[in-house]
């Protein structure tokens, strides 16, 4: 049975309209008038127990708002989820053991208190006895390189020490079920690598469900297994990464490294030219050409190094976006 099974999900808002000016401002508080926005339109997909899987969007697409159905805290204006066995908006106490949101724009740890604390209170919450509690607090932190920063006030961390800690605050009733909206925000590079691993190794040990967005394209191909598009409310894609590049990417890029210049001209009857900088050229070649076009820049290039790869996804996502309508 799917752990996450969303059916023509639709979100839809009424939003005061406000017309500019001070007689604007007057005739707004006496006579309001509304329009109304769909942020998620129709949307339908299925999860199973253990995926870990992709949501992307440019902002505004719905995703926040789709995964806020699925958590609970947002009613549908139609359609129905199912999350591990409960409907979401009726926030029984069953299914918020299962689940968790976390929210890299938002914070539940006590700012002038040490992570610790903010740890027993969720325990409490969640009725994690004594010993349960520091079992669960030491893997955790093990696992996210935390055991000396615990007892320090979370206003003394480090940025991705805070967010490792949220982490492990949003995960020590052990969810079945994780949602992550933008977990790896403003982090830099080694600490969203820190995060990315610590995600990857909780799936594989406890085999949790991960539903997650991101803006950094190396979040979702370092854990995700699958990948969500959504534009404008609307689902667009529903697929493995390479399902996609086959799809809305019908071609190979090809890196060149040459023994002397060329001109672009000559370059450009083996592909499209994407760039060329001294020796290095990046062309762009259709698949059902490349064996052909390959074959033809090594009989008739000064080609030093070749090397074909897959064009790269945030390239491919971003004209997917670009063209949808």
Known sequence: MSIILAENLTKRYLVAQKPPGFLGELRHFFLRSYKVVEAVKGVSFRIEPGEVVG???????????????????????????????HTP????????????????????LIWDLPAWDSFRLNAAVYEIPEREFRKRVGELSEMLG???????????LSLGERMKAELLAALLHRPVVLFLDEPTLGLDVNAQAAVRSFLKEYNRRYK???????????????????????????????????????RFAPYKEVRL???RPVEAGLLARFGEVRSLEGLEARLIVPRKRLLEAVGAMLDQLPVADLEVKEPPVEEVIGKIFQGAV
């Open 55 to 85: 949501f992307l969007g440019p902002n505004g697409a719905g995703k926040t708002t789709t995964l806020k159905m699925l958590a609970g805290l947002v009613h549908p204006s139609e359609g129905w989820a199912v999350v591990a066995g």
């Open 208 to 246: 949790a469900t991960l539903l997650l967005t991101s803006h950094y394209m190396a979040d979702i191909t370092a854990l995700s297994d699958r990948v969500l598009l959504i534009h404008k409310g609307r689902l667009l894609f529903d697929g493995s990464l390479e399902a996609l590049l086959l």
């Open 257 to 259: 490294s040459l023994e």
């Open 146 to 156: 935390l055991e000396d920063k615990l007892h320090q006030p979370v206003r003394k």
């Open 89 to 108: 908006y009726r926030r029984e106490g069953a299914f918020l053991r299962k689940i968790t949101l976390v929210m890299g724009n938002k914070q539940q």
